[in-house]
């Protein structure tokens, strides 16, 4: 097929994946690091179209609620009366205050652009709402490497192993998921860092130093995102000098120049995006490298040694998380290796072998640290899809020989290995960033064994919840989170009747607050407030994928409570006994104790420093509770203890007797004045 007719089918595929997730984009929360990149965008931004530091020259932020199932502008106020500021042009985010703190992060060129798609699709045109609008630069870039996936390998290696290897990266869960909001940092660096491969190897094969300068340009835009491009190096020379060696050809003059050229354009793109390194190029360039060694190569704290103990943490969620076709057709691909390697002029197979095998390598040393699943290395999706295109190709080609199949039936039989994938997905969406393979049984399976990060959706679900919250809390409702961060969830998204604010925990109070989390690996006993919830509270939301939640939501009410702890009762006859910086209240027998209000007077007295509380069941053996004080347990009285009172919270433990330390000793916590003591009541 002509290289005209690749390239027209190429875009139309990119087209059409462009749609789809343009369509589900508003099914997905906002990424947990948003907060971290998209004011630092904007301020950035602001500075480099109008030179301005802060944001004098915009009008004032005013809130509004913005319907979170809707792509377009659907507001509780007429749209023209919103005033297009982004909710992330932060006037407590500047300029200015990134020129102190800046280098300890990542670049900032995504930040800046997905910030000007904003500040065009929302601020100027209002075509799409203030959060969604950011995420069309991720979605854009996605589609971009669907079409040069089909390209590059159709032009390669024929038009079945090109869809199918558009079919395998389309259909990796991983990558669609994210697709929709990691775009920021790991989807346009796996973009940028397959364009900057395709046209440097093109420039090599076609000994165009035009073609290799243009190479620069994408290596910069990914240097401007993260420093993993850096690692391409390790693809590319490998890949140069065995071709250079077949061709028995040495590379001239102009190619060496461009090559290096290339690589000055990134790092001045990379320089130029970043004004923070304006200041004091050398020592910026420092605490950046210094950023991504803590980073990424702390995992033996700084033991050499470790670089030769192998890391299988990276490979082991790969092989569970990639469905089994594409897995499958992958490990083909490396059967039919050696014969390819041997046939092609241009050993571009090479290429997406050592591609597809560096970014896993580079994280599989106990010495490097990798979390969170594989979702920072997305740079080795594409070469697995091409891989598996490849393998299919050579299992294809073999059974043609055999069985004479019909003209096309290739297309046939990959639409419908690829089906099972496209179904599961469909019942998983849109958490399939959550997706484990029939090798670990799915989620539950994952769960069950217990395998790092099952479950974590990135932010992803919160939407789900907070669609699920503005439909049906009642009106004036408070919300707050198990856990987490404020950011999380952008706050125009939630109904303006509802006080969504994290000081409103109220544990063994029951306030009536709805509470919601990410439930994951390890969420269940963070902290107190998590505890509380899973042990004493019925969900009234979930968000299942097979069969296990990936977020929850309560709503802290007596009558939601577990059966066992809806009633409680008020302790009679404590008994205080006061030491030297501490104090035991003995019950006169042993109870299942939900919470203690404990009065005090603040004379002559110093403020609480420290302190613990332990509890025993008999009075003599003691066990320290795990919230230390000042505590932050239930937020709705503040961090406690407060000036007078001190309400602290159990999970109905069995006890009889409560010991609470304190330094200094002469704490005002000592001048105890009242003593109520809550417990479970019996049945």
Known sequence: MPNKKIFNIAVLLGFLYFVLLLLTLPHYGINWDTINHLPRGQAYLNY???????????????????????????SDRPKSEIVRRSLYENNGFTFQDLMGWDGRGHPPLSDIISSLFNKILFGKLGLINDIDSYRVYGILLSSCLVGLVFYWTSTNFGTLAGFVSTLALATYPLFW??????????IPEAVFWSFFLFVFSLGIIKKSSKTIL??????????????????????????????????????????????????????????ASWPFLWQDLLWGLGQVFGFYKEIGITGGHGNISNLLNPNFYAIGWIVL???????????????????IFKSQKTKIVLLFLLWLVVPILRVSSKETVIYGGV????????????????????????LEKKLKLIPNLGYIIAIILFLPIVFKMIQIHPNENTFFNFLAGGLKGAKEANIASWGNTFGAAYRKGIIWINKNAQLNSKLTFAFELMPNIPNNWVRRDILFHNTRRSGFIRDGEYAITLTYQGTAERSYY???????????????????????????????????????????????????????????????LAYLDIGFTNDKCEKLISGKVSLSADGK???????????????????????SRLVYSFLGEEVRKIRIEFEPSDACLKNVSSVKIYSLKES
């Not at 060496?256 to 320089?271: D, K, P």
């Not at 009558?559 to 008020?570: G, P, R, S």
């Not at 004080?629 to 406690?640: A, C, K, V, W």
């Open 375 to 398: 979702r920072q290395i997305m740079e080795f999706i594409p070469a697995m899809a091409i891989s598996a295109g490849i393998g299919f190709q050579f299992i294809y080609e073999k």
């Open 321 to 339: 998380t990639t469905p089994v076709t594409t897995l499958l057709l992958c490990l083909a691909s490396f059967v039919a290796l050696p014969k």
């Open 530 to 592: 998590d505890r509380y919830l899973e042990k004493t509270q019925k969900p009234v939301f979930q968000e299942l994928v097979d069969g296990v939640a990936v977020l929850k939501i309560w709503k802290n009410t007596k009558e939601n409570a577990v059966f066992e702890y809806k009633e409680l009762t008020l302790v009679d006859n404590i008994i205080p006994i006061y030491k030297n910086g501490s104090m035991e209240f003995a019950l006169n027998k042993a109870s299942k």
């Open 48 to 74: 480099f179209l109008t030179g301005k530091k802060d944001y004098s020259n915009l009008p004032m932020y005013q809130a509004y609620w913005q319907d979170p199932t809707s792509l377009l502008i659907k």
């Open 214 to 271: 243009l190479s620069g340009v994408f290596f910069g835009l990914a240097l401007g995102t993260k420093f993993n491009i850096l690692f391409s190096f390790a693809v590319l020379i490998p890949w140069v000098l065995v071709y250079w060696i077949s061709q028995k050809t040495k590379p001239n003059r102009k190619i060496v120049l461009a090559t290096f050229s290339a690589v000055v354009i990134g790092f001045l793109i990379f320089i």
């Open 177 to 186: 998921s994210e697709s929709h909001f990691n775009t920021e940092k790991d």
């Open 621 to 643: 053996s003691w066990v320290n509770y795990p919230d230390l004080l000042p505590t932050g347990q239930i937020s709705i009285f503040g961090e406690q203890p407060s000036e």
